[in-house]
């Protein structure tokens, strides 16, 4: 095996079992949610998606037709410019409780943890004016 094989193989690896820098807790993405959905309903998860206008998305593309996997975050407060410069658009790692409705997307609540995947440092819940989820 070469090293360009070695090296996609891990990166695989490193993403696929991703964990929560701050608590240690596997980071489980989208796909891995709808999969078992039932067994998560009124469960806490800790989970990575990109972050649109209040939605979490599987990628970057942010079908608005809503036809992939998603989960709402609803939320008040009063989103800052940091906030939409630093959070919005990018993979964030979301806590909170995962509510499953029947004809409704999923909602995640008692949002506690919100961080950009790759710059961990980052407290968007911190950006937000007055938070509550």
């Known amino acids: 095996m070469g090293l360009f094989e070695r090296l996609i193989i891990f990166l695989f690896l490193a993403f696929a079992y991703a964990e929560?820098?701050?608590s240690n807790t596997p980071i489980l993405n989208l796909d891995a949610i709808?999969?078992?959905i039932q067994e998560l309903d009124n469960k806490e998860v800790v989970f990575?998606?990109?972050y649109a206008e209040g939605i979490f998305f599987n990628n970057?593309?942010?079908?608005?037709e809503f036809n992939e996997h998603h989960i709402v975050m609803p939320f008040s407060g009063e989103r800052t410019t940091p906030?939409?410069?630093?959070?919005t658009g990018k993979l964030l790692v979301a806590r909170g409780t995962l509510?499953?409705?029947?004809?409704r997307a999923p909602?995640?609540?008692?949002?506690?943890?919100?961080?950009p995947?790759?710059?961990?440092?980052i407290n968007c819940l911190s950006l937000i004016i007055n938070f509550d989820s």
């Not at 509510?99 to 004809?103: A, G, L, P, S, Y």
Request: charged share 45%; aromatic share 18%; glycine share 2%.
């Open 34 to 36: 709808f999969r078992e």
């Open 83 to 87: 906030f939409i410069d630093k959070c």
């Open 107 to 115: 909602r995640v609540k008692n949002v506690d943890l919100l961080y």
């Open 20 to 22: 929560d820098v701050r």
């Open 60 to 64: 970057s593309d942010f079908s608005w």
């Open 48 to 50: 990575k998606g990109y």
């Open 99 to 103: 509510h499953v409705e029947e004809k």
């Open 117 to 121: 995947f790759d710059e961990p440092e």
